[in-house]
């Protein structure tokens, strides 16, 4: 007697595969979630003024979360976000991570404007952050509830 395997493959009535019928919606989902997505994120992208965040930037506080603390260095902490989408992320000297970064412009759930945000592609370690520079100074704001506010200055 031989028995079937939980993983094999079973047709229909119509003689079609269940795993081609499986793919075939799969396929259909996924496009339909990329679709919907892509009108969600077809926003204009970030204005003149974004350009304002390339460059060396040293940390110098960080406020919020819950309890709203206040962090200041040390460590030292710099990032560095550079032309081609490139962002480096710096402690005490040594290299702690790198992954790119998109910057649109986009209503956020903290405002009822449109800000530059940024979208870091390492989103697990990195949550989008709306900014804003000011003459020398970065001003971050993490886009999560009880998140923290950064304020870093230009490396000259």
């Known amino acids: 007697m031989t028995s079937r395997c939980v993983t094999s493959i079973s047709t229909t009535k ?3 595969s269940i795993k081609r019928v499986s793919s075939i919606t799969i396929t259909l989902l996924i496009s339909l979630m990329v679709w919907s997505c892509s009108d969600e ?8 003024s974004a350009s304002t965040i390339y460059g060396k ?3 110098l506080v960080s406020t919020g979360g ?3 603390h206040t962090l200041m260095p040390p460590p030292v902490v710099r990032f560095e976000y550079v032309h081609n989408g490139l962002f480096f ?3 005490n000297d040594t290299l702690v991570a790198t992954t790119t970064f998109l910057i649109r412009r986009e209503k956020t759930f903290s405002s009822t404007d449109t800000c530059d945000v940024i979208h870091y ?3 697990m370690q990195f949550v989008p952050q709306a900014f804003r520079v000011d003459n020398d100074t970065l ?3 993490d886009l ?3 998140c923290y506010n950064h304020a870093y200055r230009r490396m000259r």
């Open 14 to 16: 119509k003689g079609h």
């Open 66 to 68: 819950i309890a709203g």
């Open 89 to 91: 992320y710096n402690r």
């Open 57 to 59: 930037w040293n940390w």
């Open 121 to 123: 592609r390492d989103s």
């Open 139 to 141: 001003k971050l704001s």
């Open 41 to 48: 994120m077809d926003l204009d992208l970030a204005g003149q």
């Open 144 to 146: 999560c509830i009880d």
